[in-house]
């Protein structure tokens, strides 16, 4: 995941505007806030990215905690949401030391993919830790093996065709085509899981599981898991 992770902290081109940017980001926001049940409710966002909207994942809850591996995207978190008392920004590693049973939702979107299976597991053992016995688990934007690239550029043209980018997308195409993006996912390649697999990991590491009828962000093609902690399992 390392490369990944220097990759988020540099300077990349993923986006192909700052509306696209923008878009993607509000789109998370919504699909997460729809997850939260109280606004006493503490969440934690596992390897969060930029998380431009997270004000409004914040308005929606207590407490929103912003977990970011990469050093440079955490520092700007916590320059960006300073004023707001309702955000903390932890690294990863500061998730260990955490109360155990003190997360009421927890949502890792966007990550499983760039992690190895290893790596994963061990992911979904903290969050399970973490999460109260009444908590949820949102396991979102799983590649599946048999959906390749072709899917993710029609799911990206038809989102900016929608909300009014699709010159940007298409011009944005051609430029991660030669980027160090495409570079890295044909030489680390991105990890892809089975409907079974995500099912089968989940109830190895204490949760019960089931597929939810929409993905969060715009992407159709892939898949979103809500997951409770099971009980008797610790």
Known sequence: ??????????????????LHRDLHFEGIARD????IRSPDAVVLDYSCGE???AGKVADACMTLILA????????????????????????????????EASIDLVVMNSVAQYMSATDFDAALGVIRRLLKPSGQF???????PDVGMPR???ALLMFAARDG?????????????????????????LQRYTEADILARLKKAGFNADRAPKNIGHNP???????RPATGTV
């Not at 995941?1 to 700052?18: E, F, R």
């Not at 955490?74 to 004023?83: D, K």
């Not at 940007?168 to 570079?183: E, K, M, N, P």
């Open 1 to 18: 995941m390392d490369d990944w992770i220097d990759y988020y902290d540099s300077t990349h081109t993923i986006y192909a505007s700052k």
């Open 32 to 35: 997460i806030v729809g997850y």
């Open 51 to 53: 998380a431009l909207s």
């Open 68 to 99: 970011e591996p990469a050093p440079g995207v955490r520092g700007r978190l916590i320059a960006r949401f300073a004023p707001n008392t309702k955000i903390r920004v932890r690294s990863l590693d500061e998730l260990r030391n955490m109360q």
């Open 138 to 144: 949102v396991l979102g934007d799983i590649l599946r």
């Open 152 to 154: 993710d550029v029609l």
């Open 165 to 189: 980018f699709l010159k940007d997308a298409l011009v944005g195409l051609v430029a991660t085509a030669l980027s160090d993006y495409r570079q890295l996912r044909t030489r680390i390649g």
């Open 221 to 227: 093609w892939r898949m979103t898991f809500v997951a």
